[in-house]
């Protein structure tokens, strides 16, 4: 078992009533905040009102508008918006992309330069606002991590900051507001669980507790997924769903494990940095690709495990022939939920796979160290097989 | 899935470096510390004085000789040991007895009264010292939990405190520091690990992620116990039970589960409040005979699921006979190990048993509310049949 490090500071609360507890944990953090959103449907939904009504005396600064993938440019006015109205924490109500701006903005306050430093820089990272998020949509983790994802599109990088202090202080996830998102969401949110397990999962060295909460995460995914996406109310689907998304991310399915480059992650991230695709409907169709790949003598039982624990894959087929059988049905779950198999059908062509794969190269983790090792050329090997 | 709050706030640290990371984790807490331990395993293995070489410029208060089952006087000593010595923190170094006994000298520490008013009554607990464990033994989860269990030898009481401020600071888990446990504590340890997870698995209302992390942690310790048992050096072995340990009681386990009133703890408290038998023991003899006090048309398919899950049974065999195979494997996997079968192995008999489901109808949680629901006469009629 490999050395390691696992914090969790942020206090989770789960349930119908988890908003009862937003006024008391924010107490001890001031009277004034940031309360960032995406769209309009935390308006419609009639979330935001309950937020705000759950912070009696406290004054609200609302900046909406945070995008899909958000943008740097969105972090920097919000940093701006902060620092005007000298507010003394965030309230992050959505999915991943506000709860990862949140996180960019909190660093952003207390830091002199321009927020995009922090994210070239992990280092730059000081201090940051207090983060308390109520979430929307089971996907990202970021509820449950001190990390998140930031796009600047003048440069055309999309690229993670991280930092332990980024974890919100504390993250209200009431299932039940997740029954407002739509299939398609729901199941790109699915994937992009599915893909952080696997990214975890799929290194050369884990253990018995690892690998056991990765597949007790991956069975709930897999078998939730379709229930949520066929009846957006099934409440006990929804739950499922969130509680995994909550766990995907946040060190515990990797303790003791060998590090992870996270390889469909950094070939995604250049998919979206190019082309405004949803994030998780992109690793649904890098993920299968990326295992064929991967798949050889050396790493075929693990994917056969996958295939015995959580597809209910009988043992006894043997190890190759369920190895194979599990990436199709990894391949199958992303579909029978939706997603696409290919690139085209996310509208994106072979035209800047060069420079993603440079990007990759020169941006992400070292691929060398993935499961199966990963060169520039394989990098495009996988682009060119997905499209 | 029921609501719930997840609040880890303990630094989790593993491998053969952490006490590397002591030094600067203790940083900001003081210069002053209470080196609280049990008996002389500490010294003779060098650990006591690795701890002491790990934290230079920091003045060390040895305090020695907490006993296994920890008692109240123990608590009271430390405590005015640390108030004559102004000390800033704590450093536990051992296993769940000293990690235990330091909760309750840490919130002792602020309180005015009489340290044993805290464990009769948790809303007395208030601030406590920083507490940094370094662990020795992979059993109670006190590494990861804030709670602590002490004895009153006056009242013969054996009772619980716990806050989430008696979480630990940090927590330095080096498994190979466990190698030396003998066979013995390493057998009640696991056993204590186990039951840990049964009383959180078996109750009426569980969910596919909580059930999946429980099984992997206990298949963890069903495949490693007898591996570290029958060879003390086997590391990787030694890994898997100190990980299994750190999960057991921190709350991961239950996440959306209905509460439950740990009957096999309850009723096992009592024995060893009346014979200084050793925890993990007691439950080896007591859960096997809760499980078939416990197994009827309701409780069937979960004992069936723990058989399938965890020893590999074939489901094809149906839930009646699984649950009760799966019964006669935790019995088998507890004997393999070297743990006693009845009660009379342990030199208890049934003198004061009696007085024991009093103690558990007086002091415990309500054991109506137990996956199948014991009242006084069942608390009876399980230690009857453990004899």
Known sequence: MRSFELFLP?????????????????????RKALVLYGGGSVVRSGLLDRVKAALPGVECVDFAGIE?????????????????ESVDFIVAVGGGSVLDASKAIAAGFYYDGDAWDLVLDHSKIGRALPIFAVLTLAATGSEYDGAGVITNEATQEKLH?????????????????????????????????VSHVFEQYFVSET??????????????????????????????????????????CCGLLAVGNSPSPWPCHGIEHEISAFHDVTHGAGLAVITPH?????????TAPKFAQLGVNVFGLDPKAGVEANARKAIECTAEFFASIGLPRTLAELKVTDEHFEEMAEHVEKFWYPLANAFRPIDRAGVLEILRASL
């Open 207 to 248: 253990n018995e507790v690892s690998d056991g909460f990765c597949e007790a995460v991956l069975r709930a995914v897999v078998h939730n997924a379709p229930k949520a996406v066929a009846d957006p109310n099934d409440l006990d689907a929804r739950s499922a769903l969130m509680l995994a998304s909550s766990f995907g």
């Open 290 to 298: 990326w295992m064929r790949y991967t798949l050889n003598a050396e």
């Open 68 to 84: 899909p993938n958000p943008r740097i440019e969105s972090v920097r006015r919000a940093v701006k918006v902060c620092r005007d």
């Open 10 to 30: 942020t206090r989770l609360i789960y349930g119908a009533d988890c908003l009862e507890k937003l006024s008391s944990a924010t107490a001890a953090y001031g």
């Open 161 to 193: 900051l991280g930092a332990p202090n980024l974890f919100p202080v504390a993250s209200f996830c009431d299932p039940s507001v997740s029954t407002t998102v739509p299939a398609w969401h729901t199941a790109a949110g699915a994937a992009d669980i």
